[in-house]
């Protein structure tokens, strides 16, 4: 997608060195990042240079492909794996893209294992780029059916950022939107803040504004009231891990937005490729939820008058603040689910019709 009439993608590799596009500066500064160690990778995953679930994954499959080119040896490999899956524990792409790269690699002690290294991370993010293009004209659908119905500007709310910075293109959850916006529906799309960190004002409004689609930011509370006017037709959010029932784990507020459109009859769906399905989890209280440091919510970050960026406390410094970074919606509150290979119903035979398992 575009940043300043550019098309770019999130992450690429060039001369044995994996290019990021710095997510924690953005939108105030656009600057392109060289990784060139594992321990680069795995710093660019915890402080979120890079993040949303399939950038991560992507992100942790030229890890090893760094991994490769520092130290070709398979128990260096094998470390940097653990590394690279305990970086940050909720969305299950990350795992689910070590364990993709560790299945070609493991026991291969020739020079040609870089290759094989470098041809399987470039397949992830092909995939994930075809996966995401997919989700977005099956998702299209579903736009298209309430703006035939309304014959007016369609309204979508968003949380997070689930859009194409989160992925390599596209986004999930921005791909019926992107693909909307070039069929002509007219669009417009409420998009949460996101607190503590604001990828949703940052990174969501910032993106959907580089491709000029109407949008406005809400302060996360907000989404209710819109939706008890009829402000809002429909909610599109991604997610980290989705479980084999249905259930839906994604950043925080994602559930109590559920709440709120299943109180208001407002469709729900979640967006995902296949690669954030957790197959083995049965029981949604065995996710790891990641828990980030409470300076996220006590400090607010943005850009002074002289342009600089700074970092401010906001809250009294003797409080003490908790900052779980996700939450869990049950399948219930989930309309559907938005994959490459159709819509389902969030549930177990949804799933299964689909990707027979
Ligand atoms: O903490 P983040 O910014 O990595 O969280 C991202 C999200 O919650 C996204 O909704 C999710 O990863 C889906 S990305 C297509």
């Known amino acids: 997608m575009k940043i300043a009439n550019k098309e770019y993608r999130t992450i690429w590799f060039k001369n044995n060195v ?65 590394d690279l899956i305990s970086s ?13 790269m560790m299945s070609k690699l493991l026991g291969v002690n020739s020079e040609k294992i870089l290759e094989i290294a470098v041809k399987e991370a470039n397949e992830i993010c092909e995939e994930d780029i075809k996966f ?15 703006y ?55 990174l969501t409004s910032y993106e959907l504004n580089e491709e000029n689609i109407p949008n406005t930011i809400i302060a996360d509370n907000t989404g209710g009231i819109l939706m008890q006017r009829g402000e809002v037709d429909m909610c599109i959010v991604g997610t980290d891990r989705t479980l084999s ?22 469709p729900f769906y979640v967006a995902l490729p296949s690669s954030t399905i957790d197959w083995d989890i049965k029981n949604a209280k065995d996710i790891p939820i990641e828990e980030r440091n409470s300076d996220e919510l006590s400090h607010i970050e943005g850009i002074d008058e002289n ?22 919606t049950p399948a219930k509150y989930v309309t559907g689910l938005i994959t490459e290979k159709g819509i389902c119903e969030a549930s177990s035979e949804g799933l299964k019709k689909l990707f027979k398992k």
């Open 18 to 82: 994996v290019k990021i596009i710095d997510q924690t500066k953005l939108p105030h500064q656009f600057i392109i990042k060289d990784l060139k160690t594992i321990k680069d990778a795995i710093k660019a995953i915890k402080i979120m240079e890079v993040r949303g679930a399939p950038l991560i994954g992507a992100t942790a499959a030229y890890g090893l492909v760094l991994s490769i080119i520092e130290n070709n040896d398979q128990s260096f490999l094998k470390k940097s794996a653990e």
């Open 88 to 100: 940050r524990p909720t969305a299950i792409n990350l795992k689910w893209a070590v364990d993709r």
């Open 132 to 146: 995401c293009e997919n989700i977005g004209l099956n998702g299209l659908k579903i736009i298209e059916e309430i």
């Open 148 to 202: 035939n119905k309304k014959k007016d500007k369609v309204n979508i709310l968003t949380h997070c950022n689930a859009g194409w910075l989160a992925t390599i293109n596209w986004g999930t959850a921005t791909s019926p939107i992107y693909h909307a916006h070039k069929k002509g529906i007219p669009l417009h799309v409420w998009v949460d803040e996101t607190r503590p960190r604001n990828q949703g004002a940052n």
């Open 245 to 266: 029932s249905g259930d839906v784990c994604n950043k925080v507020g994602t559930y109590l937005k559920a709440l709120a459109a299943y109180d208001n009859k407002i």
């Open 307 to 328: 342009n600089e960026i700074k970092k401010v406390l906001i809250y009294p410094n003797k409080s003490k603040a908790k900052n779980l970074a996700f939450d869990i």
